[in-house]
């Protein structure tokens, strides 16, 4: 199956990404991933995507587009994909409808995950990851013991969480701008090919992941 989660930043696309691919033994390709890989590298393609990470810009699409591009031409997606963070805006989305042509693989779906303003912010301030595993937990929903009690799959020890630089309250506020300029017109853009469907994301992730389960085509 191949799909795309469409939501502003801090929606649960990246957590719900996680659970889509236990459940349907596909990968998950997001872009913002592949990007901060590419800056902590210390990449060609990283430095000059930094600043506008930073500043909660899009990177230029040239760049997300080579790195899609390569992604999707690896083996692993060949069964499908859940593309997270990508695309963000509608030349991107025509760009990946026609690489997906070239490669005969359309999508199946594209769904989007609603969150109101105040609790996407909420999200992010709490939002944290594991330095060694990349997990992503929010403090303000995992209890203190749970997370204190969890190993660990990388090193066995606790987490050793940190706060990703661009979920600082400045850059939070230009990138849910950004969102509502540039990606949100996506949803219109996949209503018009029928591909959308909408699903209330907040509340328990189990209960979001049943409602996201359950709009994905049989
Ligand atoms: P994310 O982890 O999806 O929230 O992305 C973090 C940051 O990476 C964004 O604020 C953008 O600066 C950049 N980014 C991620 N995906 C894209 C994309 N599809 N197009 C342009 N920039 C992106």
């Known amino acids: 199956m191949r799909i795309v989660l469409l939501g502003a930043p801090g929606s649960g696309k990246g957590t719900q990404s996680q659970r889509l691919v236990e459940q349907q033994r596909i990968p998950q ?3 913002g991933d592949l990007l ?10 990283g430095v000059q995507a930094k600043e506008a990470m930073t500043a909660g810009r899009l990177v230029e699409d040239s760049i997300v587009l080579g790195m899609i591009r390569e992604r999707l031409g690896e083996p692993d997606t060949g069964c499908g994909f859940i593309l997270d963070g990508f695309p963000r805006n509608l030349a991107q989305a025509r760009a990946l ?3 997906l042509q070239q490669i005969g693989q359309p999508l199946d779906v594209v769904v989007q995950l609603k969150v109101d303003y ?3 912010s909420r999200r992010i301030a709490g939002r944290r990851t594991c330095s ?3 997990r992503v937990v929010n403090l303000l929903t995992t209890p203190r013991e749970a997370l204190e009690q969890e190993r660990c799959p990388t090193t066995g020890k606790p987490h050793r969480l940190f706060q990703r630089p661009d979920d600082n309250q400045a850059t939070v506020a ?5 969102y509502d300029q540039q990606t ?7 209503a018009g090919q029928g591909l959308l469907r909408s699903i209330d994301a907040q509340g328990d992730v ?13």
């Open 29 to 31: 390709v997001s872009t």
């Open 36 to 45: 901060r890989a590419a800056v902590a590298q210390g990449t060609p393609l």
């Open 97 to 99: 409808d026609t690489l």
């Open 118 to 120: 105040a609790e996407l």
């Open 132 to 134: 060694d595993c990349g």
């Open 174 to 178: 230009e990138r849910l701008r950004v």
């Open 184 to 190: 949100s017109p996506l949803i219109e853009y996949y």
């Open 206 to 218: 189990a209960e979001v992941s049943r409602r996201l389960e359950a709009v994905l085509p049989r």
